[in-house]
Antibody, heavy 127, light 106 residues
Framework: QVQLVQSGAEVKKPGASVKVSCKAS????????INWVRQATGQGLEWMGW????????GYAQKFQGRVTMTRNTSISTAYMELSSLRSEDTAVYYC????????????????????WGQGTTVTVSS | DIQMTQSPSTLSASVGDRVTITCRAS??????LAWYQQKPGEAPKLLIY???TLESGVPSRFSGTGSGTEFTLTISSLQPDDFATYYC????????FGQGTKLEIK
C-alpha cells in the first residue's frame, strides 16, 4: 500500500543539525511533491517546505530559510529534511507528507491536499 | 504571509450533534482550502480539499463551504470517531495551517 516511513527519533544538542528521512513505497516517488510539517508538543501544525522529487526543486517557509535543506535520493525513493543550528524551540514531531494534485475540470486549476503522511519523527533538542 | 484563524479553539459536543468550525484567512484565498483531522499520537488525515470536495473514503457527514476569506467545516451528526482536532490549511500561496479546533466530548 501507499506509505511513507520515516526514520527514528533523534536527540540533538543545541547548535547541531538533524537529518530526517522519509521513504516512499507503493507509488511512483517522483510523481508527487513531498512536504514537511512539524508539530511541537500540544501545538498546531507548522509547514516547513516542499520538494519536487523529480526535479529536486524546493521551496521553504520564510521562517526556515537558511536553516532547512530538503533533498532526495530517487534510487531509493527517499526524501530528506535537514535542519541546522538547532535550538530548543525546534523540539517537535516532524512529518513528511505527499502532496496530491486534483484537477478541477471546471476551472482548469489544480487543487492540493497532503493525502499520505509519514508516522512522524520526534526530534528533541536538549543540552 | 497568509494567516489562518480558526474558531472556536475548543468545542464541546455530544454524539449526534451538528457542529461547525470556522476558518478565516487574512486575505482572499478563493477556494484554495483544505481541512485535516488529527487524533492524539497520529498524523493528520486529509478530509477535504478545494473547500468542499471530500477526499476519498471520508464520510458524507463532513462538509465544507466558503470562499474568499471565510470557510466552514460542518459535521452533520457527530460520531464517536469524530472527536479529534481539526485544522484548516490554505494553499493559495505556500501553505499555512490554522491553529486547530479541538472537538471534545461534552
Amino acid at each position: 500500500q501507499v506509505q511513507l516511513v520515516q526514520s527514528g527519533a533523534e536527540v540533538k544538542k543545541p547548535g547541531a543539525s538533524v537529518k530526517v528521512s522519509c521513504k516512499a513505497s507503493g507509488y511512483t516517488f517522483t510523481s508527487y511533491d513531498i512536504n514537511w510539517v512539524r508539530q511541537a508538543t500540544g501545538q498546531g501544525l507548522e509547514w516547513m517546505g516542499w520538494m519536487n522529487p523529480n526535479s529536486g526543486n524546493t521551496g521553504y517557509a520564510q521562517k526556515f530559510q537558511g536553516r532547512v535543506t530538503m533533498t532526495r535520493n530517487t534510487s531509493i525513493s527517499t526524501a530528506y529534511m535537514e535542519l541546522s543550528s538547532l535550538r530548543s524551540e525546534d523540539t517537535a514531531v516532524y512529518y513528511c507528507a505527499r502532496l496530491a494534485k486534483y484537477y478541477d475540470i471546471l476551472t482548469g486549476y489544480y487543487h492540493y491536499g497532503m493525502d499520505v503522511w509519514g508516522q512522524g519523527t520526534t526530534v528533541t533538542v536538549s543540552s | 504571509d497568509i494567516q489562518m484563524t480558526q474558531s472556536p479553539s475548543t468545542l464541546s459536543a455530544s454524539v449526534g450533534d451538528r457542529v461547525t468550525i470556522t476558518c478565516r484567512a487574512s486575505q482572499s484565498i478563493s477556494r484554495w482550502l483544505a481541512w485535516y483531522q488529527q487524533k492524539p499520537g497520529e498524523a493528520p488525515k486529509l478530509l477535504i480539499y478545494q473547500t468542499s470536495t471530500l477526499e476519498s473514503g471520508v464520510p458524507s457527514r463532513f462538509s465544507g463551504t466558503g470562499s474568499g476569506t471565510e470557510f466552514t467545516l460542518t459535521i452533520s451528526s457527530l460520531q464517536p470517531d469524530d472527536f479529534a482536532t481539526y485544522y484548516c490549511q490554505q494553499y493559495n500561496r505556500d501553505y499555512t495551517f490554522g491553529q486547530g479546533t479541538k472537538l471534545e466530548i461534552k
